[in-house]
């Protein structure tokens, strides 16, 4: 929405949240989301034509489009609960459209939606008591995090599905202020709700392929970016995303793959949707693998050792951490009693003490006081490379934060104790470096 306000200044734009909090971080210095180039872009288009405010009728009233953004997380309870997308937020906004519009609107489902949401937003907007009437668009958004403001500038592609060609010809008008029209893709609403899925589940799966035989060049001497180079030279597979991690996170591919999953097992497709299923099974397998490798490297024990993290966000240049492989990774070694110093340059040391609590949750989903007694004891977040390393006996590499590129490795390793164990689980470390220095180096796929 900001990127539409910076390019169209004679449009007016209003963000609406029900939560205040992150409505007033918006109106604020800091924004609760980092993002390379979004303070810039925000800064140029706040309160001339883009606006933050809780005051969602208003905003609805005011508007001739609608975009429906707001979350999907995947269901945690009743049918479909660990797979289905909770729909709940969607509806209740189709709702309240219906209930405050009157007169035309054009709703938008950006946020990313199982296949045939849209007629259920149809149907509920149909029920407006006030004589509004609607068509219903599908819109999702392909940005990725981290690039987001990059991605939105100059996308690969927009995609608008929708069958009222006049809607469906106003939106792409806003997004041809700044877009080339072959970049502008519509399709029917179902392709469009299907190909957002879809993409993600594509992307997650390259992750997990090149993860799946990350595990077999470790265990037969193959160097994982070796193969993928070799195997990225072939043009009908391409070089990009072929890099072996310690597994993906991110608040959208697994939910998307799951979502994926459980709209095969509901059409009745059970082969089609085990074949996803394995993409998520095989991501947490690299997980899993990852901390087994550091403790069994260890000699076979991490109780009182201290570990610095470099990293704790799902990606680099952003502050986001949903699903992101460092919480698991650091619940394994907190539970095998390792004590953890963590350093990441955009995450709060408020958001990690939250994420890591959330893993030592009873049944009542608050924390136990064996685990509040785990992270008292052993978790420390600092604010720096330096000061995650000093006196450990083990760094891990579980974010691909450029600055550890440069970080002084010889310096690090007179800090730490000996052996000094470096675990790179993004494969960013220069090995010869790290090995130059004195560290016992392991990397992901690597000899
Ligand atoms: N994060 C991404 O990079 C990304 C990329 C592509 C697609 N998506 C999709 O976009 C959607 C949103 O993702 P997100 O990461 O921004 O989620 P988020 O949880 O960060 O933000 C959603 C916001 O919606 C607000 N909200 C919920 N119900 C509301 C209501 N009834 N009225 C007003 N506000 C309400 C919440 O308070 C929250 O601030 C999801 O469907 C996601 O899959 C996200």
Known sequence: MAMIAKQCPDIEVSVVDVNADRIAAWNSDRLPVYEPGLDETVRQARDRNLFFST???????????????????????GVGAGRAANLEFVEKCARQIAEVSTGHKIVVEKSTLPVRTAAAV???????????????????????????????????????GGEDI????????????????????????????????????????????????????????????????AVGRDSRIG????????GFGGSCFQKDVLNLVYLCEHFGLPEVAAYWDQVVTMNNFQKGRFSKRIVETMFNTVSDKQIG???????????????????????????????????????SERQIRQDLAAQFCGSDGSITDAGQALLDQNLEVVNSCAA????????????????????????????????????????????????????EFHGIGKP
């Open 55 to 77: 005051d969602v009728d208003e905003a609805i009233r005011r508007s001739t489009i609608i975009f429906i953004s707001v979350n999907t997380p995947t269901k945690t309870f």
């Open 122 to 160: 149809k149907r509920i907007l149909d029920t407006s008591g006030n004589g509004g009437s609607f068509a219903v668009l599908s819109n999702p958004e392909f940005l990725a995090e981290g690039t987001a403001v990059r991605d939105l500038l100059a996308p690969d592609r927009v995609l608008i």
């Open 166 to 229: 006049e809607a469906v010809e106003r939106l792409a008008t806003i997004y041809g202020r700044w877009i080339p029209d072959e970049r502008i893709l519509t399709t029917n609403l179902w392709s469009s709700e299907l190909s957002k899925l879809t993409a993600n589940a594509f992307l997650a799966q390259r992750v997990s392929s090149i993860n799946a035989i990350s595990a077999l060049c470790e265990a037969t001497e193959a160097d994982v970016d070796e193969v993928a180079q």
């Open 239 to 246: 070089s990009k995303f072929l890099k072996a991690s310690v």
């Open 309 to 347: 993290v470099w990293g704790f966000a799902f990606k680099k240049d952003t502050n986001d951490t949903r699903e992101s492989a460092a919480i698991s990774i650091c619940r394994d070694l907190l539970r095998e009693r390792s004590r953890l110093k963590i350093y990441d340059p955009q995450v």
């Open 388 to 439: 995650a390393a000093e006196q450990s006996h083990a760094i891990t590499v579980l974010t691909e934060w450029d600055e550890f590129q440069s970080v002084n490795l010889d310096r690090v390793f007179a800090s730490m104790q000996r052996p000094a164990f470096l675990f790179d689980g993004r494969n960013v470390i220069n090995r010869d470096a790290a090995v130059a220095s004195g560290f």
